[in-house]
């Protein structure tokens, strides 16, 4: 990289902290793909890419966010393109989903990407504009593919294709799931999305308003706290504010006590896909005692209407906090009896061990966050690379396998279960005094702030940008599902088709945090 480039390339700026546009430089496009390229090489994460309108909308406007969590900072990068750009998947695998993101919102053809398609099956946001070559008002529906956008296929004797849904048996979001199989092994499994497709992103613009907070919150309904968190630290950045700490501490246990849950019941999952009832019976009732601790706070076992700009909008009293400290300890001994019946079974383990591997080079490779990410060996975790709020303050260890496999996924949750436990635990018995709630004033015109959280599947990141008025002009959310999708496709390569249900479990990623 040339000195000029290193100068001139990528302002850095902290979680949650506004950066006014005028200091975001505009490089060339060839520029702008080296900083992309060269950091990401360094290990860097490429945490967000999106595109923009430029005014007269004949242009867009390329904005690259990357991670560095060596010096807890994001580094952000800046083009304007045509109506074609060189793609940087071929050298940054990582940006392939992003691609193909712009390709369908701004109709911006990411030439010598490896496998340009539809993402969520929308049309192009700018008329006149699209990346498919289709006329003005023809849509894609998802399983009608336009021409150049066929699935993947692999040809050969007994080869065949199995095509699981997108409606599936029992309660679930639709996914369409294409194996590439010879008998039961599995040669490739490509995932097509979209069917959960809502336009959140762009209802946000023009923000905040009355219904901004639930739209976040039901971003991915799963994971209110992180998003809710994501979102206020980004409006707290533009607003310069800041929650006080006791309030930092309630949004910590939210936070936790979301992560809890969900591990808690994805445990009792996966027993369940082997056919290990007892875990599978004990942790679906103990999912619930966690959402009940949540409701002692705010009245939502989803924590909803509880995590507001300034702060949160209920308070603990000592009676409560005692009461939730009792029925907190009660349920992570019960979990610990549950879960450890399988780690100590010999068919559970070997119905585990070895199934659905990823490696740590391919998670770095592909980008994987979150749980997922720590057990293929990727020490990642926002709450020690970027810390906010009450992880400034009071650290959760790191919980890392390197096996890949779908032990290592189950083995993870099971770890961060018990870190999470004494935190939530050490926090209620600790709660700081003070006021839960503080002022929150204009927001700050013609800035961006990247806010990012460690949410119980993984790294949320928001991106918000303002216009002269200090209103949203763009706002961008990339959910940890967004990333690992990927992920899953690669676990299935060289299995038994019977495998998938298990490793799907074992990733438990979003379809709505995906459709967006």
Request: aromatic residues 8%; glycine residues 10%; charged residues 25%.
């Amino acid at each position: 990289m040339s000195e000029a480039l290193e100068v001139t390339s990528a302002p850095s700026i902290a979680n949650g902290q506004a950066l006014p546009l005028s200091e975001i430089p505009w490089l060339s496009e060839n520029d702008f793909r080296e900083t992309v390229v060269r950091r990401v090489e360094a290990g860097g994460r490429l945490s967000a890419l999106f595109g923009r309108p430029c005014e007269d909308d004949q242009r867009l406007r390329l904005i690259a966010v990357i991670a560095d969590p060596l010096n807890a900072t994001f580094h952000i990068a800046a083009t304007e393109v045509g109506d074609r750009f060189r793609s940087l998947t071929p050298s940054c695998p990582q940006a392939h989903w992003f691609e193909r993101e712009i390709a369908e919102q701004w109709g911006v053809v990411p030439e010598g990407h490896p496998w340009l398609k539809p993402l969520r099956f929308h049309p192009s946001y700018r008329e006149g504009h699209d990346a498919w070559g289709r006329a003005v008002g023809e849509t894609i529906l998802p399983g009608v593919q336009p021409a150049g956008t066929d699935y993947f296929k692999v040809e050969g004797e007994e080869i065949h294709e199995v095509a699981v849904g997108p409606i599936h048996a029992g309660v679930i979001e639709p996914g369409h799931f294409r194996f590439q199989c010879h008998g039961e092994h599995v040669f490739t499994l490509e995932i097509e999305l979209g069917f959960q497709h809502r336009a959140i992103e762009r209802r946000l613009i023009g923000g905040p308003h009355k219904r901004t907070p639930h739209y976040m919150e039901t971003l991915c309904g799963d994971t209110t706290a992180g998003h809710a968190t994501a979102y206020c630290q980004a409006v707290e950045a533009l607003s310069r504010g800041e929650p006080p700490i006791r309030a930092q501490a309630l949004r910590g246990i939210a936070l936790e006590l979301e992560r809890l849950a969900n591990h808690t019941g994805d445990l009792g999952a996966l027993a369940g896909d082997i056919g290990f009832l007892p875990t599978l019976s004990f942790c679906g009732r103990l999912r619930g005692d966690f959402l009940n601790t949540t409701a002692m706070i705010c009245g939502n076992r989803y924590s909803r209407n509880l995590i507001r700009p300034g702060g949160v909008t209920c308070d603990v009293d000592d009676a409560l906090a005692e009461a939730m400290i009792a029925k907190v300890e009660v349920t992570l001994r019960d979990v610990e009896g549950a879960v450890d019946l399988l780690w100590k079974t010999p068919s559970v383990m070997a119905r585990f061990e070895e199934t659905g591997q990823v490696s740590r080079q391919v998670a770095r490779q592909l980008g994987l966050v979150g749980m997922a990410a720590r057990a293929s060996g990727v020490d990642c975790d926002a709450r020690h690379d970027f810390p906010t709020g009450i992880y400034r303050f009071a650290q959760i260890p790191l919980s890392v396998v390197d096996s890949g496999d779908a032990f290592a996924r189950a083995y993870v949750r099971w770890l961060e279960v018990q870190r999470s436990g004494k935190f939530v635990l050490d926090q209620m018995k600790s709660l700081p005094g003070g006021a839960v709630r503080g002022d929150v004033g204009k927001l700050a015109p013609d800035s961006l702030v990247v806010s990012m959280v460690e949410a119980w599947r993984g790294e949320i990141c928001h991106v918000a940008i303002t216009d002269h008025e200090g209103r949203f002009a763009h706002y961008k959310v990339v959910d940890p599902s967004f990333h690992n999708w990927i992920g899953l496709a690669m676990s299935l390569r060289d299995q038994q088709i019977s495998d998938f249900p298990l490793c799907n479990k074992s990733f438990n990623l979003s379809y709505c945090g995906h459709d967006l």
